[in-house]
């Protein structure tokens, strides 16, 4: 059977240039379609099952790990003393986040609340509930630094009233009591007597206000006009900007609502988000690269900026009344009361603050905080963020329950929520964002090596198949030899007479 080899040199030589040919639509059109892939998955939309689910009922475990500072010396407090304390925790408790209220709005933005519970988790905590620890008296010292400029018999009926109901400057009660809430006959004599003075109305607790509650009133973009919005704040509570701070720049409430962000995200991305527990907007900024189980991560990490006071970072000056550097007066926000919130044993603020304290150690690995994102579609994949409650203490004349108690920026407890994507959710992220890619990677490399190596083959079967025939001759079965006449060799003539 005779092949002709030019046609199948021909044959090859199509193939060959239509494999390389997809192979670089591939190159081309491969992040593209990854790309809308992410956009289409990363809008807010119902119709986004997974990532939608992921939004509103956040899949992922999260936990709040409470330490206290426990207070060794209350007694030598009042007499002026530098306070000794030592941390007690963790006390673990898992965290359960909801949205509800969820309205679709024809600006391209969605509406909710978020409901949250916590769990208390034994096997997780070092201690338990019941454990008793000591620390401030919030509704005594507290409201002595609020009360100090009043008239001085004012300041005498205050201090009456604490010993009315044996409310003293230091409390000793269970963690679950300072947490949740304590009975206190003061505490219910104030929303009686002077209803809205206390953000309780029932029981006055440290996080009293968190459990059972929502955060407030979001409404943020769905991205579906541009995913450079998708999850960045429109308004909160109906407000597009705060008021309790004392300059516009403060005031503005940026970016997300602190649970994801906007894909393509790149080094110089740094990670807004406005915190209504912490009553401002914050900002992260890139440390590092990772992986995480084989996933790509940027990881996020606190500027040393960010609880400056504005001596030392100007834009920080509508936050103040500020004391030293490393800690934030949240008392605009807090029914004025002196609170201040901080990283955890004071960690990057100013050195001063461990020296009125004792039994402090700040480390980056245990008090800084940190959110690991993967940059292409702004999931966070491992969080920790660690906040200090601190309460300025001080003596205040006509006030005795103060004592001669020292100027003190007093840690009270510190948190850290945390939480990190694992399993089946894990699984289907890395498919999707780690494996088909990849594999879309791998194919057009793939593609583009086979159509070259067949273009060779049909380079060879051609060159092969254009071989030009041998012209020695050949014997014919007569024994002579037989091939084109020459030239110069004349043809003989034999006559038959």
């Known amino acids: 059977m005779h092949i002709d080899k030019a046609k199948v040199a021909f ?33 807010i939309d119902p119709n986004n099952e ?61 509406s909710y609340r978020e409901y949250r519970q916590y769990f208390f988790e034994p096997s997780m905590s070092v201690g338990n509930e019941s454990d008793v620890v000591t620390i401030p008296n919030m509704l005594v010292l507290g409201a002595a630094v609020m009360m100090e400029k009043l008239p001085f018999a004012v300041r005498m009926m205050i201090s009456a009233t604490f010993k009315t109901f044996k409310e003293g400057p230091f409390l000793t009660k269970t963690v679950g009591e300072l947490m949740w809430g304590y009975d206190s006959g003061l505490v219910d004599f104030l929303n009686k007597y002077l209803p809205g003075m206390l953000p309780t109305k029932g029981k006055f607790g440290l996080f009293s206000e968190f459990n059972n509650s929502n955060t407030g009133l979001f409404n943020i973009h769905t991205g579906k006009d541009d995913i450079s ?17 004392g300059t516009p720049q403060c005031n503005m409430i940026n970016g997300t609502a602190g ?18 527990d912490a009553c401002r907007s914050m900002e992260l900024v890139y440390q590092r690269p990772g992986v995480m189980q084989g996933i790509p991560l940027y990881r996020y ?34 029914h004025n009361s002196p609170v201040f919130i901080s990283h955890p044993h004071f960690y990057n603020a100013d050195p001063i603050l461990l020296d009125f304290v004792q039994g402090l150690s700040p480390n980056e690995d245990q008090h ?6 993967h940059p292409s579609t702004g999931v966070p994949l491992n969080v920790s963020i660690r906040l200090q409650l601190n309460l300025f203490m001080k003596s205040v004349s006509a006030i005795t329950e103060t004592g001669k108690i020292a100027d003190v920026v007093m840690p009270m407890i510190w948190f850290e929520e945390s939480g990190y ?16 890619p990849a594999v879309m990677e791998y194919t057009q490399y793939i593609f583009i090596s086979l159509g070259l190596l067949t273009i060779m083959v049909a380079l ?27 030239a110069k060799t004349p043809l003989l003539h034999h006559d038959m007479d």
């Not at 199509?14 to 289409?40: E, N």
């Not at 960010?306 to 800690?327: M, V």
């Open 50 to 110: 997974l990532s939608y689910t992921m939004w509103k009922d956040i899949p992922v475990p999260f936990f709040m790990s409470v330490y206290f500072f426990n207070v060794l010396n209350p007694k030598e407090v009042l007499l002026g003393e530098k306070p000794m304390v030592e941390q007690r925790g963790p006390y673990v408790y898992r965290k359960r986040c909801q949205k509800d209220n969820i309205t679709f709005h024809p600006n391209f933005t969605v």
């Open 368 to 373: 800084g905080l940190f959110i690991d994102i």
């Open 259 to 276: 649970q994801m962000w906007p894909p393509f995200m790149t080094p110089k991305t740094t990670l807004p988000f406005y915190s209504p």
């Open 460 to 486: 060879l079967v051609r060159k092969r198949s254009k071989k030009p025939n041998d012209s020695t001759g050949a014997i014919n079965g007569d024994g002579l030899v037989s091939g084109p006449p020459s």
């Open 229 to 245: 919005k998708v999850h960045k704040v429109d308004s909160w509570n109906g407000l597009t900007k705060l008021t309790n701070w």
């Open 421 to 436: 994507i694992d399993g089946p959710i894990l699984t289907t992220f890395h498919t999707n964002l780690v494996v088909l």
């Open 301 to 334: 990490v606190a500027p040393k900026t960010l609880f400056a006071n504005g001596s030392d970072y100007a834009p920080n000056e509508g936050f103040c009344p500020c004391r030293q550097s490393g800690i934030l007066n949240v008392s605009s926000c807090r």
């Open 11 to 43: 044959v090859f030589m199509v193939c060959g240039s239509l494999t390389v040919l997809f192979g670089i639509i591939i190159v081309f059109a491969g992040p593209m379609i990854i790309d809308g892939q992410i956009i289409k998955n990363t809008v």
